[in-house]
Nanobody, 117 residues
């Protein structure tokens, strides 16, 4: 059974930083593209960043230069370093594991990030 457990969310002032972690179990981590998505109240879920096992990164334009996605395959963990946070970054952030062989997606339960102005 796949489990993705996020941590690291919280309340931070604008300009501050947070690092989110997503620990994966029950999944062959190396065959997954890992990603972070977010959903703000009243808005659709949006892609924040993805990272393939080969090291290719993709970011939504609004976070480029501020957020960095990384992964530690030995620990089955993916991270999202968020710097220069803005109030508009406030959302529930969810971890995603996309199996490149089956096309299956698994999701974590999400962690709340709140940025105060």
């Amino acid at each position: 059974q796949v489990q993705l457990v996020e941590s690291g969310g919280g309340l931070v002032q604008a300009g501050g930083s947070l690092r989110l972690s997503c620990a994966a179990s029950g999944v062959r981590f190396s065959i997954n593209t890992m990603g972070w998505y977010r959903q703000a109240p009243g808005k659709q879920r949006e892609l924040v960043a993805t990272l393939t096992n080969g090291g290719s990164r993709n970011y939504v334009d609004s976070v480029k230069g501020r957020f960095t996605i990384s992964r530690d395959n030995a620990k089955n963990t993916v991270y999202l370093q968020m710097n220069s946070l803005k109030p508009e970054d406030t959302a529930v952030y969810c971890c995603n594991a996309h199996n490149i062989w089956s096309g299956n997606d698994d999701w974590g339960q999400g962690t709340q990030v709140t940025v105060s102005s």
